[in-house]
């Protein structure tokens, strides 16, 4: 089989299926017709607007025309809102930073003050306050 006859195939059998589904459809609404066609106006009004806005909804300005006022709101309201996003998110990453330089020097401050203790430990020689520090040169 080539391309084709499948094709042709596949076609023929989504079409024999359509028509079976739209006849199996139409015989379970059985004697409500009427009532049936009410409703398919109904969401037909629903679904569908009106000819006075259809015929404007496709209309596109020109690229070099100028937009509406409603347009350019709408732009502005979006770009403040990406403004103020963006100024939050960097806020929050300058906090986690400035939180984690703080504990780092923290850290650090803590190492330096255990070593400077351990040395004096160990150079400590009876005397308080030590004699090395309180030596005076003539």
Same mark, same amino acid.
């Given at each position: 089989? @080539?391309? +084709?006859?499948?094709?042709?195939?596949?076609?023929?059998?989504?079409?024999?299926?359509?028509?079976?589904?739209?006849?199996?459809?139409?015989?379970?609404?059985?004697?409500? !017709?009427?009532?049936?066609?009410?409703?398919?106006?109904?969401? !037909? !009004? !629903?679904?569908? /607007?009106?000819? *006075?806005?259809? *015929?404007?909804?496709?209309? +596109?300005?020109?690229?070099?025309?100028?937009? *509406?006022?409603?347009?350019? @709101?709408?732009?502005?309201? &979006?770009?403040?809102?990406?403004?103020?996003?963006?100024?939050?998110?960097?806020?929050?990453?300058? @906090?986690?930073?400035?939180?984690?330089?703080?504990?780092?020097?923290?850290?650090?401050?803590?190492?330096?003050?255990?070593? /400077?203790?351990?040395?004096? &430990?160990?150079?400590?020689?009876?005397?308080?306050?030590?004699?090395?520090?309180?030596?005076?040169?003539?």
């Amino acid at each position: 089989m @080539n391309w +084709k006859e499948i094709l042709f195939l596949s076609c023929l059998a989504t079409f024999v299926l359509l028509v079976v589904l739209e006849k199996s459809n139409s015989a379970a609404v059985g004697t409500r !017709k009427a009532a049936g066609e009410e409703d398919k106006e109904s969401v !037909k !009004k !629903k679904i569908f /607007i009106q000819e *006075s806005d259809a *015929s404007n909804f496709f209309k +596109k300005r020109g690229k070099r025309a100028t937009k *509406s006022r409603d347009e350019l @709101n709408a732009e502005t309201g &979006q770009m403040l809102i990406a403004d103020e996003q963006r100024r939050e998110y960097f806020e929050e990453q300058r @906090n986690k930073f400035e939180n984690f330089v703080k504990e780092e020097h923290k850290e650090q401050q803590e190492r330096s003050r255990e070593q /400077i203790e351990q040395w004096r &430990q160990y150079h400590y020689d009876g005397l308080y306050p030590s004699y090395m520090y309180n030596r005076h040169h003539i």
